[in-house]
């Protein structure tokens, strides 16, 4: 089976998502002290591991995992390279 290019509607939210992805890290990296960004990351996965539920979202699984990598080393290495392909 061929690799289907995404639908225009597709990305479009696949970049609004990397934009806002990148925005929390550059954000975070500024802002929150080296020990705070693992634990802020946690905290959102943590989140969104219930989410179910209405005010959070399966959405913050991927960004605590961005968040909390930038205090991991081999994790940021991975994340670097993810992003870059």
């Known amino acids: 089976m061929k690799h289907q290019p995404p639908r225009p509607r597709q990305a479009r939210l696949h970049r609004q998502v990397e934009t806002s992805r990148r925005r929390v890290q550059v954000w975070s990296g500024r802002h929150l002290?080296?020990?705070?960004?693992?634990?802020?990351g946690v905290l959102l996965i943590l989140g969104g591991v219930?989410?179910?539920?209405?005010?959070?979202?399966?959405?913050?699984?991927?960004?605590?995992?961005?968040?909390?990598?930038?205090?991991?080393k081999p994790l940021w290495r991975r994340v670097c390279r993810k992003r870059r392909k």
């Not at 002290?33 to 802020?40: D, L, Q, S, T, Y």
């Open 33 to 40: 002290p080296p020990g705070m960004r693992f634990v802020v």
């Open 50 to 72: 219930f989410g179910f539920l209405p005010v959070v979202g399966f959405w913050m699984l991927p960004l605590g995992v961005a968040v909390a990598a930038m205090d991991i």
